[in-house]
């Protein structure tokens, strides 16, 4: 059965990120060759993706742009996230005040 793999390499002198897709056949590897893409007359129809990749690829495929320095762009929730974050920061200060304060008087 093949097993299809799509790599990732982040090339800083060409400022770019190359895409490999190289399929384990047994023996046989097998690389795909760049996209041609194809002209049709309307989009009132679909057509077969390009190609697809499982959810563990999927995750491993993201995981390689994290160690290779990308991350999300900042989102709403990650807004609300970093708010939190603040938030804990200032609750923690409140308590410590409250636990000096409390020992200075013992």
């Not at 060409?14 to 989009?43: H, I, N, W």
């Not at 991350?71 to 308590?95: C, F, N, V």
Request: proline share 4%.
């Amino acid at each position: 059965m093949l097993r299809n793999r799509l790599m990732l390499y982040r090339n800083p002198a060409r400022g770019c990120v190359e895409f490999y897709l190289r399929g384990d056949e047994g023996q046989a590897v097998y690389y795909a060759k760049p996209v041609t893409m194809a002209s049709r007359e309307s989009d009132a129809y679909m057509v077969d993706p390009c190609f697809t990749m499982s959810d563990d690829d999927a995750q491993a495929f993201i995981d390689q742009l994290w160690r290779d320095g990308f991350r999300p762009t900042k989102t709403e929730s990650q807004g609300a996230y970093d708010a939190q974050g603040r938030h804990l920061e200032d609750m923690r200060r409140i308590a410590f005040r409250f636990l000096e304060d409390n020992h200075d008087r013992d």
